[in-house]
């Protein structure tokens, strides 16, 4: 595999990536209550409890994309 097909797959997976963290805020954000709600059923949690759990998430996954495409993506670009 060379080194350009392996920056194009860094490059498409951060994409993906930070769309599907994109999309996780939006479903967060907008129907809050009946996300809320339905977790509610399932897990007794409270809002801030809810609030926070999604929050760290977010984060965690944020650092995930960072570490594991962004980074190798610029690595590969200063080598090559």
């Not at 595999?1 to 994109?22: E, K, T």
């Not at 996300?35 to 998430?57: H, W």
């Amino acid at each position: 595999m060379s080194i350009a097909s392996l920056q194009q797959a860094f490059l498409w997976g951060a994409i993906l990536n930070y769309c599907l963290l994109i999309l996780w805020w939006v479903i967060i954000r907008l129907p809050h209550e009946w996300i809320y709600n339905l977790s509610g059923k399932g897990f007794s949690v409270t809002r801030e409890q809810f609030d926070s759990c999604n929050l760290l998430g977010i984060i965690l996954y944020k650092i995930g994309i960072i570490m594991l495409f962004v980074t190798p993506y610029i690595a590969l670009r200063i080598v090559g």
